[in-house]
Nanobody
Framework: QVQVVESGGGLVQPGGSLRLSCAAS????????MGWYRQAPGKQRELVAA???????NYADSVKGRFTISRDNAKNMIYLQMNSLKPEDTAVYYC????????????WGQGTQVTVSS
């Protein structure tokens, strides 16, 4: 069982920045597709950003140019740098580790709250 743990959420004013971190316990981390998802109250969970084992990234249109996902395979970590935050970015942010193979397995963290408010 892979454990995924997020950190770095909090309260920030509009226009501010936050950096989320996610640690995964598996030594095969470098092979996983990693992603950040978010879920706002009353809404479905949505993909924010993802990064493949080779470093290719993709972003939701709503965060392009503001958020940056990165990974450090030596530390089994991924990060989400969030700049120019908006109130609509308020949500619980979840880290996802996706193990690809004959069967795709998803591992989720417990989530970290990000609140953008003045």
């Amino acid at each position: 069982q892979v454990q995924v743990v997020e950190s770095g959420g909090g309260l920030v004013q509009p226009g501010g920045s936050l950096r989320l971190s996610c640690a995964a316990s598996d030594s095969l981390f470098r092979f996983y597709v990693m992603g950040w998802y978010r879920q706002a109250p009353g809404k479905q969970r949505e993909l924010v950003a993802a990064i493949t084992s080779g470093g290719s990234t993709n972003y939701a249109d709503s965060v392009k140019g503001r958020f940056t996902i990165s990974r450090d395979n030596a530390k089994n970590m991924i990060y989400l740098q969030m700049n120019s935050l908006k109130p609509e970015d308020t949500a619980v942010y979840y880290c996802n580790a996706r193990q690809l193979g004959l069967q795709t397995i998803n591992y989720w963290g417990q989530g970290t709250q990000v609140t953008v408010s003045s």
